[in-house]
């Protein structure tokens, strides 16, 4: 077979994400947009929803609106890894800000991972939340040797609980041969990112919280004679004491501070028609999300009901069509795992990952405006727990303070929120990745 035409898309093939069959898009109650607010959100992902459920339950009328339905950007189209994957390491982290900054930011992202469990049984959320553990596979010889370097660099703390797996013991974790070893964050997890996203959705209606979908934030003036905001959207204005840009990897000229400082990157993913519970299992016998160590990196794992390959990763050097990038993800997905290559895919998708300069989430207020965005690739948890700090800083709460909320965020000369260079990285890295430098 070859699995770089269309015969490898099944019959009943979808170009919408996978999680949407078990959680299609909310409907809303219809509610008419109201002429004020103590607080508005704009977009509905988990950081709107996360923060709107914190200034509601703290006592302020807040609306969330959002261009599109409620959760349709990357909170429902997501591969549903969750982890506390801070970016840089603790010596570029010490580098740049010292180290004792550099261990908050590090501590900061494991407390965020540690805070969505808790988060998720707290608000008793149905959406398969498990404690997997993530394989995080070594692509060259060369790079297990950089993580075990890695991991004698960072600071001695048994909260993160990674290890190393060497070559000879992967099966354990992977039936393949393709990866050289490679580390296990034993505290990293998975969910369904759609139900996930529905979960809070429901707990902040029952906060309370406004939500109007399809209804797009055209613009923003100040009035400054009490302090407050104008809202200009699709359905007419509105006013409001807070404005809370929640957008991140959609951030757009409404907002062109925050839009020059985040780079939108489009990923992409596939998922397999039922493989069957056994040889699904098989493929990741200790059901573990995977990543590996490539810069293009790939991620993926089996479905929440064990019976499908959920396939992601970049494929192209610009953005692309998912018909085009499903038969690219079979590719890669089927040299990982030969035994796919008759597999044929039912779902193809993509959503655009919010990433900044720093490599690191960003939250703060910038002329009167709040804002938390910029997780590159790691929204899940992050987006979740900075959305509640937000929150908890727009009431004016201790808690709501973050070792993130200080650093500066960044922007490039010559940027203003279109990726112009997103092609020549993208080939670079191939590159490197190609020669497994």
Not at 13 to 34: C, G, N, S
Not at 54 to 61: D, H, I, N, V
Not at 90 to 107: I, M, N, P, T
Not at 162 to 181: C, F, K, M, T, W
Request: with cysteine; net charge neutral; hydrophobic share 35%.
């Amino acid at each position: 077979m070859n699995t770089a035409g269309p015969e490898i898309f099944a019959p009943d093939f979808k170009d919408e994400p996978y999680w949407w069959e078990h959680t299609p898009r909310p409907a809303l109650p219809q509610v008419d947009l109201p002429g004020q607010v103590d607080v508005l959100v704009i977009g509905s992902g988990y950081t709107g929803l996360c923060a709107a459920l914190q200034t509601a339950r703290g006592g302020r009328l807040t609306l969330v609106i959002d261009a599109e339905d409620p959760g349709w950007g990357c909170s429902s189209r997501n591969g549903g890894q969750v982890s506390s994957s801070i970016k840089p390491d603790f010596a570029h982290l010490a580098k740049q800000y010292g180290e004792s900054k550099a261990r908050q930011v590090l501590v900061e992202g494991q407390r965020a991972l540690a805070w969505i469990g808790e988060f998720v049984s707290e608000e008793d959320i149905d959406c398969d939340f498990k404690l997997s553990g993530r394989f995080y596979g070594a692509h060259t010889p060369a790079h297990y040797q950089k993580l075990a370097r890695l991991l004698d660099s960072q600071p001695d703390d048994p909260a993160t609980d990674v290890y190393l797996v060497p070559r000879s013991e992967q099966h354990a974790e992977i039936n393949s041969d393709y990866y050289h070893g490679g580390l296990v964050h034993s505290k990293h997890a998975a969910l369904d990112p759609a139900a996930y996203h529905q979960g809070i959705l429901q707990r902040a209606l029952a906060s309370g919280v406004q939500v109007l979908g399809n209804c797009p934030a055209l613009t923003i003036e100040q009035d400054g004679n009490n302090n407050s905001f104008v809202v200009q959207t699709g359905k007419g204005a509105v006013k409001a004491r807070d404005v809370i840009v929640a957008t991140s990897g959609y951030t757009g000229p409404l907002t062109p501070w925050q839009q020059r400082r985040v780079i939108p990157i489009g990923t992409y993913m596939i998922a397999t028609e039922d493989l069957g519970a056994g040889s699904a299992r098989a493929l990741i016998p200790g059901g573990r999300v995977i990543v590996d160590s490539r810069r293009l990196v790939v991620y993926y794992r089996i479905s929440p009901d064990g019976r499908r390959m959920l396939f992601g990763g970049r494929v192209s050097l610009a953005e692309t069509d998912t018909r085009v990038s499903a038969p690219l993800l079979h590719k890669q997905m089927t040299t990982i795992f030969p035994q796919l290559l008759g597999a044929k895919v039912t779902h193809s998708w993509m959503g655009f990952v919010g990433w900044t300069f720093q490599h690191l989430p960003h939250l703060g207020r910038h002329n009167g405006i709040w804002y938390a965005l910029g997780y590159c690739g790691s929204g899940v948890s992050l987006a979740s727990y900075f959305g509640t700090r937000l929150g908890q800083q727009v009431l004016g709460l201790a808690e709501g303070q973050s070792p993130l909320s200080d650093l500066p965020f960044r922007t490039r000369p010559l940027y203003h929120g279109k990726p112009w260079f997103l092609a020549a990285s993208v080939w670079w890295y191939r590159q490197l990745d190609r020669f497994g430098t």
